[in-house]
Each structure stands twice: as structure tokens, then as C-alpha cells.
């Protein structure tokens, strides 16, 4: 079963804009990654953020986490035309029934970017 | 470091036939999980080994099988295909970050069942 819910399931916007996506979970996590998907083609690990963080940098990529909300965003600023793809947020099993080395990954969001 | 590498990359089996697929995860993990992603269901646990010995499995029929090697190479296998298999499969391998895992993925193979 889905353990994250990515919103919006899809989302348009143009060279440049900023795109936000979020994600939501319903137990309690030891760590939260970030994944992109380019059409059809293996995971990229873009970002891991642990339950004790509340906000993580990589280059044009910001993630943060509500652990009371049990929800994090991605925020991809300047967008391009190469960062269209589908992004998945996936939680470390940990406490739910499982042990490491299971990720459980939510439905993704799918952005265009147009150029 | 050489990424993860899956083989073969696409595969077309027709159904009731079996079927294995390769993993070579990046040199120094000993971690390597296994997925399956379908656009009803999207990515699902298959099973997880590491140093040869199978430490979790997902919610799947026992048609699906997997194993790893000393080098941690690793394999899975799915018998008697059913058109419900046709997915892309993806291999990850692990690397501990102190208290966490960071999974790394392979491309995938893509396998048809007609």
C-alpha cells in the first residue's frame, strides 16, 4: 500500500517558474527522500532529509518536512525544460512493518516544463 | 563508481513462461531492493537482500523469487508469467548513511508478457 501522496498528481508551468510539489505520509518515518523519474527510466535520488531536519538545500532544490503534518515540499526553483519528469517522494519503512532497505513511494507528480 | 546495472533492459515473455532479471549494484553495497512499477499500482516493494540472505519482501505471490550473490550481485525471477507482470522492474542498491538508507536505482528492465 501507498505510503505517500504526492499533490498536485500533475503540473504545468514555464522556463523559470517555480514548481512546488507536495507530499504527504501517514506513519511515523525515519528519513524522507526525493526521486526523480525521467519518463519510463530508472529513479534519480535527488534529496534525503531525516525526521530531525526541518528544511534541506541542494542546488536549485529545497525540501522540508512537518513531521507534525507528516508532510514534506519539494521546491524546485528556475525551473527548465530538463527538469521535466515525474518526482516521487518515498519514506524509509522503518517503523512501518518493515525493516531497512524498504522504500515506500507515493504515486509522483508529473511536471512539464515548457520552454 | 559504475552505477547500477540491470540486464537485460527490456524483455518480451509470453504468459505462463518464466523469466530472471540481473542487478549489479554499485561496488561496496551490500544492500539491493527490488521493485516493480506499473502505471495502476506505481512502485511497489518486491524484496530486499543483503549479504545473501532475504531480510524483507513485499506483498507479492511466491511466482516471484529473488537471490543474491556473495558479490552481491543479484537476481529475481518470476514463473508462470501472467500479463499482469508487465512492468518495469527496478533494481536499487544501498548505502548506510548512519541511521538511514540512501537508495540508488538502475534503469530498469522492461518486461512485456503477451
Known sequence: ?115 | KAGVTQTPRYLIKTRGQQVTLSCSPISGHRSVSWYQQTPGQGLQFLFEYFSETQRNKGNFPGRFSGRQFSNSRSEMNVSTLELGDSALYLCASSLWAGDSYEQYFGPGTRLTVT
Open chain 1, 1 to 115: 500500500s501507498q505510503q505517500g501522496e504526492e499533490d498536485p498528481q500533475a503540473l504545468s508551468i514555464q522556463e523559470g517558474e517555480n514548481a512546488t510539489m507536495n507530499c504527504s505520509y501517514k506513519t511515523s518515518i525515519n528519513n524522507l527522500q526525493w526521486y526523480r523519474q525521467n519518463s519510463g527510466r530508472g529513479l534519480v535520488h535527488l534529496i534525503l532529509i531525516r525526521s530531525n531536519e526541518r528544511e534541506k538545500h541542494s542546488g536549485r532544490l529545497r525540501v522540508t518536512l512537518d513531521t507534525s503534518k507528516k508532510s514534506s515540499s519539494l521546491l524546485i526553483t528556475a525551473s527548465r525544460a530538463a527538469d521535466t519528469a515525474s518526482y516521487f517522494c518515498a519514506t524509509d519503512a522503518g517503523n512501518y512493518g518493515g525493516s531497512q532497505g524498504n522504500l515506500i513511494f507515493g504515486k509522483g507528480t508529473k511536471l512539464s516544463v515548457k520552454p
